[in-house]
């Protein structure tokens, strides 16, 4: 491989077995042989390495297009981490949610698919720990980078706060997403008052009342955004 990019001009495409791609990572990373199968090889994924000054480096490792989450990967994903029923209508919800908000927003900014594909499957760990982080962990595994990271941020209560002139920072992505999980309760579209109304019940400890209250916040910071993007027709 050093020989052909030393010699070659542009990228360079090399096909090979998972098991070679592991192998060779494994050594250009210091990888013991022990744990050669913690590097992500998923079936068509892709890795992309990068010419720095100390070398070639790995820039994605077991990268996926998006588009290979189509509805069968999907239904894969559920069983594989056991996602119940109530949860993946829950999520067909949220996807239904941000097709409305990409008829309201009519803005060609945000990538609206991978959006709809992020919502289908933003829960699918629903019933573990630190449940974004860990759907979030098994997107990768599959190569899905960019899904991942937008699951991963969907119920952070970071970000989307005033300043004192009370303007907000632009919406991004992940906002989206977590404003279109914030407005679906089971499966129904709801208002952002019932929906954290019928879930503060289920917060007991301060902390967990204070995180409620921060992501209630940050959920109107983004819907006033929202409906500024929108020319403001109403809710």
């Known amino acids: 491989l050093e ?31 022990n744990d050669v199968f913690t590097i992500p090889q998923p079936c068509a994924g892709i890795t992309i390495l990068k010419e720095t000054d100390r070398g070639l480096e790995p820039e994605k490792i077991g990268w996926r297009m998006p588009d290979f989450l189509d509805k069968e990967e999907i239904r894969y994903l559920y069983h594989k981490c056991g996602t119940p029923e109530g949860t993946v209508r829950h999520m067909e919800a949220a996807a239904r949610f941000i097709g409305i908000l990409e008829g309201k927003m009519k ?67 992940e906002d989206l997403l977590f404003y279109a999980d914030k407005r679906v309760q089971e499966d129904w579209i709801v208002s952002l008052d019932d929906r954290f109304g019928a879930s503060i019940g289920k917060c007991s400890a301060p902390e967990a009342k204070e995180k409620h209250q921060r992501l209630y916040k940050k959920a109107n910071d983004i819907e006033r955004k929202i409906e500024k993007a929108a020319g403001g027709k109403g809710k």
């Open 3 to 33: 020989e052909i990019q030393k010699n070659g001009n542009g990228d360079i495409v090399i096909v090979a077995h998972a098991g070679v791609v592991r192998g060779y990572l494994s050594g250009l990373l210091d990888i013991s042989p």
């Open 107 to 173: 803005c060609s900014d945000y990538r609206w698919n991978l959006l709809r594909k992020a919502a289908l499957v933003h829960d699918i760990c629903r019933t573990q720990k630190e449940h974004a982080k860990a759907g979030a962990g098994i997107l990768r595994k599959e190569g899905y980078w960019e899904i991942a990271k937008l699951v991963e941020g969907h119920h952070s209560s970071e970000g989307m706060v005033d300043t004192e002139q009370g303007e907000t920072s632009a919406l991004s992505e």
